[in-house]
């Protein structure tokens, strides 16, 4: 065996020379090759493999690692020290020495590193302290740490050597990653990269201006947690450096896991001191919402008994039109602010889509430039849907503002609302949709288009034609989810310089017709702390026909309901003094009392179980919309 062949490990003089007994073995165990001290130790070592001579295996003990240390059971004064080489291009082996237990070539160096890891120290500081005591055992002339996080580049440090601009290695080094780590996953290996094109790390020397640059790799759990790279002119490594090397290696991906585990429980720790703080916030603000809902239900009712009144005064109802519309926008204030503390399911209702329509185009004519021209078509009776009418603004507004964006000069926008039923005559052209009646509406410009490619990535998250600065990439996603959550469809088509057309597809609901009843003949009980927006319902109801109970707390609905008045429907708050409204409801089961009742709030999100428990026909969120409350107060009397 020519041990001048064996690549990196040590010199050959020093292998010869060594005090350590010392040994070259094939792949499958057999030692080829032994020193003096090897020889003297263990004379009948010819031809002999590991396991006969110490009972070690090496295919079963030796798999990932370039390095092991390994008790001898015969002497427990001694461990066998094994280091995976390279003899040529094509065979691999393994250089083995015998240590005593108590040799100072067992290295010791990292005890105080490791005492500077228990101390708690950063990140930086610990591989600054691991990166010097190696760039001083090895004689480097530079040395770097790349660490990572997540398989990307989260730091690069130097060890004395301030001439380098390390934003540019970064650079270098991230290129050159996925064939080194290509490499790595073959080899486990120390890797040297020569000054040579045929060089995976070619780059780097380049960069550094060496002929050789040495990367040491650190793993944890069979990720590669960092880089060590040095450079210096002598290309092979002595058997201390091979050792001092895999200690250092096996120090860092220790130490920097755990450093970068206890940055990321400080992140989350945080992370939990913020959302606690906003819990306790969002408490606040929902108690308040409440107080503020109660308000703005007074204020509907207020605008919709003075509309009764002043029916023929255009000019006030233009005014009571607007606080209207300025009610409305507070009320969906009051939702965000009802959702800051804590996530709310958004309420559906029943849409009037000509309404919502009718405001969108009153925002787009005011605010999009006069040079684009507005078509708009909404056909008759429109079906109604079920939605949340501040989110299906928000998606028509949102591919409004697209379609003006992708008209760089004079252009046209058009917007379609109609009726749409799906059935065996057409569902060839919209197979996504189920049978049933849709309402369709189309927003199409003749701007700028998409690119054909580009059309499937539209409604991902984060994917954007625009600038970096301009758009964020997720209006569209944003959009489409909203659609997606009102079980509707979104899709597009577009061609390059012609334009795009959006078309969403809205389930349509159909109430049933109802049949015609008397309100004289319905008692309502209205049961709400707030007296002015008792007041207010019940004149909206009285207005409306029907005879109404007012009560103010559980005490009056107790009294009311045990004189054995019949009424035909409770309309209860849920924060009622004494007792909760859904509490109150409860009881009034369990007494045997089956009227229909809908229960009321300004702030809470409702308890599934709760309501299915105490039988609360409808619940609604406060501030009324007088309209659909009335549709309910009908369907329920009906049923």
Aim: proline share 2%.
């Amino acid at each position: 065996m020519d041990i001048r062949k064996i690549n990196y490990q040590a010199s050959p003089d020093e292998i010869k020379q060594s005090s350590i007994p010392s040994a070259l073995v094939d792949g499958n165990g057999i030692i080829l090759w032994a020193n003096d001290n090897f020889q003297k130790k263990y004379p009948d070592f010819k031809d002999k493999n590991l396991l006969s001579l110490f009972e070690i295996d090496i295919n079963k003990i030796f798999k990932e690692k370039i390095f092991q240390e390994i008790q001898l059971n015969k002497t427990k004064d001694q461990f066998i020290r094994i280091i995976k080489v390279r003899f040529d291009s094509e065979q691999t082996g393994f250089f083995v020495e015998i240590i005593a237990q108590n040799s100072e070539a067992k290295s010791s160096f990292n005890e105080d590193l490791i005492k500077k890891l228990a101390d708690g120290k950063d990140l930086r500081e610990f591989c600054l302290s691991v990166l010097s005591k190696v760039s001083l055992n090895i004689k480097a002339d530079n040395s770097f740490l790349v660490i990572f996080d997540n398989n990307q580049i989260h730091d690069l440090i130097s060890y004395d050597n301030n001439q380098i601009n390390l934003q540019e290695l970064k650079k270098i080094i991230s290129s050159n990653l996925l064939p080194l780590k290509k490499w790595f996953s073959i080899n486990k290996n120390i890797y040297v990269s020569e000054n040579d094109l045929k060089s995976i790390g070619y780059q780097i020397n380049q960069f550094l201006e060496s002929d050789f640059v040495f990367i040491n790799p650190s793993y944890y759990e069979n990720e590669i947690i960092a880089f060590t790279l040095f450079t210096r002119d002598n290309k092979f490594l002595t058997n201390s450096e091979v050792n001092i090397l895999e200690s250092h290696s096996n120090l860092l991906s220790i130490g920097i896991n755990l450093i970068l585990l206890k940055q990321k429980q400080k992140t989350i720790e945080t992370q939990l001191t913020n959302a606690q703080k906003l819990e306790t916030v969002g408490k606040l603000a929902s108690g308040l919402a409440h107080d503020f809902n109660n308000l703005l239900a007074s204020i509907f009712g207020s605008i919709n008994l003075l509309k009764n009144k002043i029916a023929d005064n255009p000019n006030a109802l233009r005014l009571l039109d607007n606080i209207e519309n300025c009610s409305v926008r507070a009320r969906d204030l009051t939702k965000g602010i009802l959702s800051f503390g804590k996530p709310q399911q958004q309420r559906k209702e029943i849409i009037f889509l000509d309404n919502v329509l009718d405001e969108l185009l009153k925002v787009i004519n005011q605010t999009f430039p006069k040079y684009i021209k507005i078509n708009f078509a909404i056909g008759d009776s429109l079906y109604k849907i079920l939605g949340n009418s501040t989110e299906i603004y928000q998606i028509l507004l949102n591919l409004c503002v697209n379609a003006k964006e992708a008209i760089s000069h004079e252009g046209t926008i058009s917007i379609k609302a109609e009726n749409f039923i799906v059935d065996d005559s057409n569902i060839y052209l919209v197979p996504f949709l189920n049978k049933g009646p849709y309402v369709k509406i189309s927003v199409s410009d003749n701007g700028s288009g998409i690119e054909e490619e580009n059309l499937t990535k539209i409604f991902e998250p984060y994917f954007s034609t625009k600038q970096k600065d301009i758009g964020s990439g997720l209006g569209l996603y944003v959009t489409s989810q909203l659609v997606k959550a009102m079980n509707g469809y979104i899709d597009v088509e577009s061609k390059l310089n012609e334009g795009t057309t959006f078309r969403i597809y809205f389930p349509a609901v159909m109430l049933k017709e109802q049949k015609v009843i008397s309100s004289k003949e319905k008692i309502i009980m209205l049961a709400d702390d707030e007296e002015m927006l008792n007041d207010l319902l019940g004149d909206l109801l009285e207005s409306n026909g029907f005879y109404v109970l007012k009560v103010n707390n559980t005490k009056e609905v107790f009294r009311i309901l045990n004189e054995e008045i019949k009424v035909d429907l409770l309309i209860i708050d849920y924060n009622l003094p004494e007792i909760t409204g859904l509490e109150c409801v409860a009881k009034l089961r369990e007494r045997g009392l089956n009227m229909p009742v809908i229960l009321a709030s300004g702030a809470t999100s409702f308890n599934n179980d709760e309501i299915l428990k105490a039988k609360i026909n409808h619940t609604l969120q406060k501030p009324y919309e007088f309209d659909t409350i009335l549709e309910t107060i009908k369907r329920l009397l009906i049923s």
